[in-house]
């Protein structure tokens, strides 16, 4: 029997031991929480917070990047077969903070090393459940700032899997469900990466790419420096639905997006279990992802046998069932909860008193279950 499940993600920390194989130089370092005392000072989850550190051992430099744009750089010297390290020269400073909580916080990553010159820093590198890896830098008086490899506070999420290669398969701009374009030379499958460092990438003709963070069911595309190319398709439908595609992007820079992603386990077929991720704005647009290569509406026993209409709808969603018996239909919201059961001659469902949004009809039809998505709007 097909199921519809949340995969619910909480993050457990298993610490190892500091691992001799990972150096300061090894990663990106992304500032995540500063302490004092007990106190601690979280980086505020907004598009321009990202506080970046990098160490190059060649040029024995720590250098920084922080609120997209405001930096500076700290001589570095490792003291050789230990965890500690002197800075001097703290040169070229400037914050760049629109938000005064995101300027405070990067004024105490900025003086964490300013006021430390010197003295010395202590350094712990730990190993988190697989691709997380942590950074604790101390110093002499007690402060600490703790880093990761990653600027996701949602550190360990199966989007990051190097292994899975996103589908596009719906999108959906200014209240309209937008056809995906046939496939051919040029346009095969809508693909997309999202990586454990920020990075995105994603191609129709051409590559766009960019940077986001995600937390608590919560998506930024970071600093608003989306790549967008040269529009560089032959066909002009190719071209019409890159433009709307690389829209949504470009878009909603800079803006907090609703983010979730599911598993959909069918049972059977070559994508018998499914991921699915969903972007979604407050205006409305939305893209969904899937790591199964057929989309859901070409998928096995997916296919609708049944016609619901109109689609997006605002009260009433109109039943045709083809002369096959309904069951029932359980509504299902994009968290897998179970909202609501319909049994009997089912004709019409009034949706007028849920929120706007994605929902989920699980038709039971004899022995069969199939599923179809309803948008309210």
Known sequence: MKKLLLLFFTTLFSFS????????????????????????????????????????????????????????????????????????????????????ANANFADLTHDFFENNINNDFTFNITEEAGLTVKLDITTTSGEHLILYNTPHQDKNSPIFDANIEWYLIDINSNGNSINLPPSSQEVSQITAYFNHDGSFETNVCDQLTGNFSISLQKMLLNCGNINTPTNNCS??????????????????????????????????????????????????????FSDCPSSLATNKNFLPKFSFYPNPAKEIIFVENNNQHINQIEIIDIFGKKLKTLRNTIKEINISELPNGVYFFKIFSGGNTTIQKIVKE
């Open 17 to 100: 031991a500091i691992s001799q194989n990972i150096e300061l130089a090894d990663y990106t370092w992304y500032v995540h929480a500063y302490e004092l005392n007990g106190n601690t000072t979280n980086n505020s989850f907004s598009p321009e917070m990202t506080i970046q550190l990098n160490f190059d051992n060649s040029t024995n430099q720590l250098t920084s990047d922080l609120c997209c744009g405001g930096n500076f750089q700290l001589d570095i010297n490792i003291n050789s077969g230990t965890s500690v390290f002197q800075g001097s020269n703290f040169s070229n400073t400037s914050v760049s903070c629109n938000e005064t």
């Open 235 to 288: 066909s002009s439908i190719n071209e019409n639905f890159q433009n709307t595609y690389f829209n949504f992007f470009s878009n909603h820079a800079n803006e907090e997006l609703d983010f979730s992603i599911s598993l959909i386990e069918f049972g059977e077929g070559s994508c018998s279990t499914e991921y699915q991720i969903m972007i979604n704005s407050s205006s409305g647009d939305y893209l969904v």
